[in-house]
């Protein structure tokens, strides 16, 4: 079977139809009711309370369902030692009644095969289960990994002190009338706490805990309006998708994904793994859960972007502006310079990099350049000849302007500048990076680390928007791709793509041919219309999201009708700064520096060289200028 999924703006809507009949909940949209699982309630004797250096002396448990004891396992154990008197007066286990006992590594196989499939319970579990973990790690036999239910917590939330001092076993047996007193020997302690955890069980149910999945998180400190509202998650898919949830008025407070299962990711938030007190805020607001189901996990991390920017819930942080996302531009008149702006444009001889998280990194993008090439900082637009009495800025003193302003350069001197400053932004980030790793190392020689940190941080917002525009442009030109992945079932994940946007996605099982199935797709996808490179038809983070799964291994083209590379020497090849300037730095390194590499921790941290060790080095800069120093370990604290 195969399902081809077209995206389509229209679903940005995601409002169920009104005309659709209601369904009955099965019990697997429901969860699994405690009277059909089986419990295995479990106690240990041992002669300590560690297990890194005690053993286990004895092993009773007993197997129920639905209220009835279905089985019972007890035995002793030799533990390899003497019992310590201490415990042979608590629990009555002498020495003498382990000689001949069978050891844990014939005892352990039988009591994992009698509680196979099923949910441990004991009264402090982790107790109990950390010396069952450590008794199979010596072994070597793998822990099963089942449900763990501790009836301490449980009765924490039920029995108040009115009720009972404290919560050990034999108050509460005492308590809730159980027909076996416990006596610090593992069955019969066992069978003590069956009777506590049904009388527990019945105290739960009222406050809505009857199936296993709610008794997962009945100890967790959940508000009670806030637990209530999790029949939300009843009857959402078990499978990937985006869920919406809905205000009193309809209105969309939030919008999230699901990679594998809605019902399981809408639960959580009823329980403690929601610690966002804005998200608790937004489940007591929400009035019903709509989910939207999705062929492969991509298509459901871009629906979400899509449903985000078009509800712009006030519960969402992230996504919501698109538009707000800038570009850095070298423009196209007579003698061009650079600037800020919100879109790209078609406007023939301009060059964009981009787009960028906030309009303060691309302003650290345009410095980094301005820094590099003594390209104009005017932001007046120039005429192509030069009036009479024209003055020139400081900047041309300092040498980081020619000065077209006054005609001291001409268009053919200012065309070169601008070529460079265009190869560095679409090809080759070298020269940048170079400038700027002598800067930092000038100013590392000095101590000056402050200040090499901001340099640093601005050359990393030049290679994030640089890196970002050689990534984005190959997609954005390319009319149509597909491309397929091998699933973890042995199907097959096929995605289309168009100027950078999904417009379509389908899965297949691994017993259908995909080739009708990619051939549907390409007929029924979504028409994009294309945009002005390096722009994508797409939100930004969607063209992020689609690279990154062409990316991953085992993904392969199905078809492309343009080439789809990126310059060899790209920003993006060049990495982060730290790696950028290691890399084109240290060739050019005296010998005796022994291939120096400079750590710059984050601003406000104390300013330290992390090198191997102390050692006097000089370092050869572009100017034949050589700058001995000397370079120390940094401190420990």
């Known amino acids: 079977m195969s399902s081809v999924r077209r995206l389509r703006p229209v679903w940005a809507d995601g409002t169920p139809d009104p005309a659709a009949r209601p369904v009955q909940q099965t019990l697997d949209d429901l969860g699994t009711p405690l009277s059909d699982v089986t419990f295995v309630v479990v106690d240990l004797e041992t002669t300590g309370g560690t297990p890194a250096d005690c053993a286990i002396t004895e092993i009773g448990a007993v197997k129920v369902r639905g209220g009835e004891v279905i089985g019972e396992f007890q035995t002793l154990v030799d533990p390899g030692g003497p019992v310590p008197p201490f415990i042979q007066v608590l629990t009555g286990i002498t020495t003498t009644m382990l000689i001949g006992a069978p050891p844990i590594e014939e005892v352990l196989p039988s009591f994992l095969e009698f509680s196979r ?12 289960i950390g010396f069952l973990k450590a008794a199979a790690a010596r072994t070597g036999h793998a822990w099963p990994g089942n449900k763990v239910v501790d009836t301490v917590r449980l009765a924490r939330r039920v029995v108040t002190r009115d009720e009972a001092p404290n919560h050990k076993l034999s108050t509460l047996a005492y308590l809730f009338h159980a027909t076996v007193t416990p006596n610090h020997r593992a069955l019969s302690d066992a069978r ?43 009857g959402l898919p078990d499978g990937p998708g985006v869920y919406l949830f809905r205000g009193p008025g309809d209105e969309v407070l939030y ?16 329980t403690s793994a929601e610690k966002r007190s804005r998200m608790i805020e937004m489940v007591r607001v929400a009035q019903r859960v709509d989910p939207i189901p999705c062929a492969t996990p991509l298509e459901a991390r871009v629906r979400e972007l899509r449903l985000i920017a078009a509800h712009s819930p006030r519960y969402n942080r992230r996504s919501r502006f698109p538009e707000r996302m800038p570009w850095v531009r070298l423009t196209s008149e007579p003698y061009p310079r650079l600037s800020v702006v919100r879109e790209v444009k078609d ?52 040498g980081k302007c020619g000065a077209p ?94 100027f950078g946007r999904l417009a379509g996605t389908a899965r297949v099982d691994r017993r259908t041919d995909p080739r009708p199935a990619i051939a549907t797709l390409q007929a029924t996808g979504e028409q994009v219309e294309p945009a002005v490179a390096p722009a994508t038809a797409a939100h930004p983070e969607e063209t992020d999201l689609i690279l990154a799964w062409l990316e991953k291994p085992g993904v392969r083209l199905v078809a492309v009708d343009v080439p789809w590379a990126c310059p060899v020497r790209s920003a993006e090849a060049l990495g982060d700064p730290a790696t950028a300037v290691a890399t084109l730095v240290r060739p050019r390194l005296a010998p005796e520096a022994g ?43």
């Open 347 to 398: 406007d023939d001889g301009a060059t964009y990099i981009g787009p960028f998280s906030s309009a303060s990194t691309a302003q650290l993008a345009v410095e980094a350049l301005h820094e590099t090439f003594p390209i104009r900082q005017c932001t007046r637009k120039l005429p192509l000849v030069a009036p009479p009495g024209s003055s020139a800025c400081v900047l041309v003193e300092m």
């Open 192 to 234: 003590a706490t069956v009777d506590v955890l049904h009388a527990l069980l019945a105290r739960l149910a009222p406050l809505g805990i009857t199936h296993l999945e709610d008794l997962a998180t009945a100890t967790d400190p959940v508000p009670e309006d806030v637990r209530r509202k999790r029949t939300l998650a009843d």
């Open 255 to 270: 919008v999230g994904t699901s990679t594998t299962s809605l019902r399981q990711r809408v639960r959580s938030y009823f």
């Open 117 to 128: 499939g099923s949910v441990l319970v004991a009264h402090n579990a982790p107790f109990d």
């Open 405 to 498: 302003c006054t005609g001291h350069q001409g268009p053919a001197g200012y065309a070169e500048v601008v070529d460079r400053v265009r190869h560095a932004m679409v090809a080759d980030a070298a020269p940048v990076v170079e400038v700027h790793a002598d800067r930092i190392a000038w100013l590392v020689a000095q101590e000056r680390f402050e200040e090499a940190a901001t340099v640093r941080d601005r050359l990393g917002g030049f290679l994030r928007g640089a890196a970002r525009a050689q990534r984005f442009a190959p997609l954005a030109s390319c009319a149509e791709l597909v491309a397929a992945r091998r699933a973890d079932d042995g199907g097959w994940e096929l995605v289309l793509v168009r």
């Open 595 to 637: 291939g120096l590499v400079v750590h710059l921790p984050p601003i406000g941290t104390e300013r330290e060289l992390g090198v191997a060790e102390a050692r006097p080095v000089t370092l050869e800069l572009d100017d034949a200028r050589v700058i001995p120093f000397s370079i120390h370990p940094p401190r420990t604290a």
